[in-house]
């Protein structure tokens, strides 16, 4: 196996397997990638038996054949060349030589013929969809999927369509049990999506999915036998579903509006992160003392200290305190894109809505901690 490919274009290809490759593994293999050459390209292939990734890349075939090896030494290796091509040899013994100018590496591989196979998706319908919306979607709901194994219907994001006719728009929703987010945008030709009752995408595999989408322009999704796959000119990523029933989400969502606090974005995550200082693993809460106009956030740690702060905001509601977790109101704060933030308080242990100024695509809903 012989070929020789640019150096931007290799270290790109193998940079987009990094998040995919397993690092914690029992099956060694499952830290290698895939090289394969095929009519003047290379094909690159990763998995973690969950996510599947495909890419092809033009280079300069001398001798077909492939070899898998461990993708973060191929990373670093290629990263550290400084030559404009690479020159990537395989002998007999499943070592591969790499020349860049006159730097040399030499890495031990595996047998293609025992890696996982990753099945291609060329007979599946698929609809073109803005990469930056697909995006903005998974950005502003991640944050809020729950990490607990147990709970497995909570591990992904829910991906639906909204709406009917020319008006459907892709949503996305994400919940741990003490927040949810939900996000909706345009869907292009997705609108076209047939969701009986929509899907759950693992968290892993959707931040995968949006590194490759916010760099394109328009890519193509589809869902398929228990997959989400989407498409650009070069590349295919798969990513199973979670075979399981996601709550009724709607049913958190308050159906009477609450107190209407109304703060600057930038100031309020600044006084936020000051907070932040102030917890550690045992406490991260944050009292909100509202008054005329006025919003007061304290944040006392037995363990650590204490931090004050006060900030001018639109309140014209009764004094009241309520406390939250200071980390997951920076997260629902972040996502908002709007410089003006509408946070919609209610009394007792009832949650609060956070959404931009003029804009309901966007909605992230935060419980209250006890004072």
Do not use: W
């Amino acid at each position: 196996m012989e070929f020789h490919i640019g150096r931007n274009t290799f270290l790109e290809g193998v940079q987009k397997t990094l998040g995919i490759v397993e690092r914690k593994t029992t099956i060694p293999i499952l830290n290698n990638i895939l090289i394969r050459t095929e009519d003047g390209r290379i094909k690159i292939v990763a998995t973690d038996r969950e996510i599947g990734l495909i890419a092809r890349y033009e280079a300069r075939i001398e001798v077909p054949g492939d070899i898998t090896l461990s993708a973060k030494k191929l990373y670093e290796m290629i990263r550290e060349t400084q030559g404009e091509t690479i020159h990537f040899l395989k002998n007999e013994q499943h070592q591969v030589t790499m020349r860049s100018n006159k730097a040399i590496y030499r890495i031990p591989g595996l047998p293609a013929d025992q890696y996982p196979q990753v099945v291609e998706a060329d007979d599946i319908t698929l609809y073109k969809v803005s990469g930056a919306v697909l995006a903005d979607l998974i950005g502003k709901t991640a944050f809020a999927v729950s990490t607990d194994e147990i709970r497995m219907n909570l591990n992904g994001i829910f991906f639906d369509t909204d709406g009917a006719g020319d008006k459907v728009r892709l949503k996305m929703v994400a919940t741990d049990g003490h927040r949810l987010a939900e996000a909706l945008g345009p869907a292009g030709s997705a609108g076209g999506m047939t969701l009986e009752k929509g899907v759950i995408i693992p968290r892993k595999g959707m931040l995968e999915v949006r590194k490759i989408a916010e760099a394109e322009e328009e890519v193509e999704i589809g869902i398929d036998h228990g997959m989400f796959i989407m498409k650009n000119k070069n590349l295919t990523i798969k990513v199973s579903l979670i075979d399981a029933e996601y709550p009724d989400y709607r049913r958190v969502i308050p159906a009477e509006k609450g107190t209407l606090l109304q703060f600057s974005r930038d100031k309020v995550l600044h006084a936020l992160r000051r907070m932040v200082v102030i917890s550690s693993e045992r406490y991260s809460g944050v009292i909100f003392k509202l008054a005329d106009n006025l919003m007061v956030l304290n944040s006392n740690n037995p363990d650590v200290g204490e931090a004050n702060d006060e900030i001018e905001v639109s309140y014209g509601g009764e004094e009241l305190s309520v406390s939250y977790n200071v980390h997951y109101l920076i997260d629902a704060i972040e996502a908002v894109d709007e410089e003006e933030v509408g946070f919609e308080i209610n009394v007792g242990m009832k949650p609060g809505v956070i959404r931009g100024v003029g804009n309901d695509d966007y909605l992230c809903i935060v419980m209250p901690l006890k004072l």
